[in-house]
């Protein structure tokens, strides 16, 4: 099953409004898009809007890089999904390993916020992977099945179906360690095997992004294992050359 190649930049906390749009605008100016990869950037609630208007009319797709689950109401600080769609998120970032390990969102908040991203047409990207003592422990296909089962309890093949998935093994998430190509396929190949309770065409066709320290110089070996679809990228994401050249993997091939 052929799928669309997906390169996602991850901005985190940096970046003024006038740094993102003008991150964003070079990123929109290029027009190489060798593989014919879907883009998407997340920058900050405070760049949303402008990052979105930068990008209206180009193919760039614009996430948050989180939701709260609520509509409104009194939850100072929190944003919820209709806010983040008024300001032109099409998309939105769900249980990245900093919101779980810095933020306490656990498995069922997780839940809740997928519930929410659904109900408002939100396209989730939903984050799980194992930290380096799970994985030194013998657990990763484990952490991540738990992480799965208990993230998207309660939905259906049908609510499920613009779900992405990323990989992010914890202990490679701006750390400059890369998982091998090898271990991301190994972790790939599962998730995807895992999906297929929802359907063996189901598992085929969902979008599984590969995320931790993807850089220029390995974006090409991860992105030619068969069951990594695309990349989540944190910090070559902030450099637009760095990351159209990861949009661009196996440029020189
Ligand atoms: C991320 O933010 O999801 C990430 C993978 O960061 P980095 O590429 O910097 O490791």
Not at 49 to 74: M, N, P, R, Y
């Amino acid at each position: 099953m052929k799928r669309k190649p997906f390169i996602a930049g991850n901005w985190k906390m940096h970046n003024t409004i006038a740094e993102s749009t003008a991150l964003a605008a070079a990123i929109a100016k290029s027009k190489e898009n060798k593989n014919q990869a879907d883009i998407l950037v997340a920058p900050s609630y405070t760049s949303l809007a402008s990052v979105a208007q930068t990008v209206k009319g180009t193919k760039i797709l614009v996430a948050a890089q989180d939701v709260h689950f609520e509509e409104k109401g009194a939850f100072t600080s929190a944003v919820s999904p209709s806010q983040i769609k008024d300001a032109g998120a099409t998309h939105v970032i769900i249980g990245h390993s900093e919101r779980r390990s810095l933020f306490g969102d656990t498995d069922g908040i997780l839940n809740k916020k997928l519930a929410a991203a659904f109900k408002h047409n939100l396209v989730p990207v939903f984050c799980v992977g194992e930290t380096l003592a799970e994985r030194e422990a013998g657990k990763t296909l484990s952490v991540i099945e738990s992480q799965l089962g208990n993230g998207l309890a309660g939905f259906t093949a049908e609510q499920l179906k613009t779900l992405i998935i990323a990989y992010e093994p914890v202990w490679a998430i701006g750390t400059g360690k890369t998982a091998t190509p090898q271990q991301a396929q190994e972790v790939h190949a599962s998730i995807r095997k895992y999906m297929e309770k929802y359907g063996k065409d189901f598992a085929a066709k969902i979008i599984i992004l590969y995320g931790g320290s993807v850089k220029t110089d390995n974006a090409d070996a991860i992105m030619a294992e068969p069951d990594v679809d695309g990349a989540l990228v944190g910090g070559q994401s902030l450099v637009a050359e760095q990351f159209i050249r990861i949009i661009n993997f196996n440029a020189n091939k």
